[in-house]
């Protein structure tokens, strides 16, 4: 499975503020997810960005808020723009992996927001 | 209307003694199912995968898949202290969109009493 790294690791931020959270792969992968995982909830996804092209996002979550960027085939950012405090969550990413199965994903460690 | 549903928990089961963890989905087109267990403040690790009627087992971890009953489960046998966590199920969503993409159940927690 790959290895995958994410930036920072947990960080606090102050409403209407924005963060980047940057995920590196050690591998070279087509797609890349991000999901959210809200406190004591399971995980939500935000969208799929295949480099190349525009994130996909999935209903409720818009560009806007999470613009993505997908530079090349072993990296993504999500940056969640003008914070709010519903934004505290952990934000993952993912990629799929190249073992026999397909659709199995393989997720970076996370990365913990708290939004004051 | 949720797309994968699981029993809720939490589920406690003696140490030693087998746990069953079930899930239903809403897609028949769904052709790929996962079992992650993520254990408190960590990502989620994939366990178990399954995609053809039947059991699938893997050491202590049997998976079992009835699709006409949209109906996926999990086995833990000589369930271990170290199980405890959180077990999480996940269905791809059929060819749909222009992309396959797996959904979450909302998990299901167990503990495993020494």
């Known amino acids: 499975s790959a290895v995958i790294s994410q930036k920072p690791s947990r960080d606090i931020c102050q409403r209407g503020t924005s963060l980047t959270i940057q995920c590196q792969v050690d591998?070279?992968?087509?797609?890349m997810f991000w999901y959210r995982q809200q406190p004591g909830q399971s995980l939500t996804l935000i969208a799929t960005?295949?480099?190349?092209?525009?994130?996909?996002?999935e209903s409720g979550f818009v560009i806007d808020k999470f613009p993505i960027s997908r530079p090349n085939l072993t990296f993504s950012t999500l940056t969640v723009s003008n914070m709010s405090p519903e934004d505290s969550s952990i934000y993952l990413c993912?990629?799929?992996?190249?073992?026999?199965?397909?659709?199995?994903?393989?997720f970076g460690p996370g990365t913990r927001l708290t939004v004051l | 209307q949720k797309e994968v549903e699981q029993n809720s928990g939490p589920l406690s089961v003696p140490e030693g003694a087998i746990a069953s963890l079930n899930c239903t989905y809403s897609?028949?087109?769904?052709?790929?199912f996962f079992w992650y267990r993520q254990y408190s403040g960590k990502s989620p690790e994939l366990i178990m995968f399954?995609?053809?009627?039947g059991d699938k087992e893997d050491g202590r971890f049997t998976a079992q898949l009835n699709k006409a009953s949209q109906y996926v489960s999990l086995l833990i046998r000589d369930s271990q202290p170290s199980d405890s966590a959180t077990y999480l199920c996940?269905?791809?969503?059929?060819?749909?969109?222009?992309?396959?993409?797996?959904?979450f159940g909302p998990g299901t927690s167990l503990s495993v009493i020494p």
């Open positions: 993912s990629v799929e992996g190249q073992g026999p199965s397909y659709n199995e994903q393989f």
């Open positions: 591998s070279q992968v087509t797609m």
């Open positions: 960005a295949n480099q190349g092209s525009e994130a996909t996002y």
């Open positions: 897609d028949r087109g769904s052709q790929s």
């Open positions: 399954i995609y053809s009627n």
């Open positions: 996940a269905v791809n969503v059929g060819p749909k969109t222009s992309y396959d993409k797996v959904i």
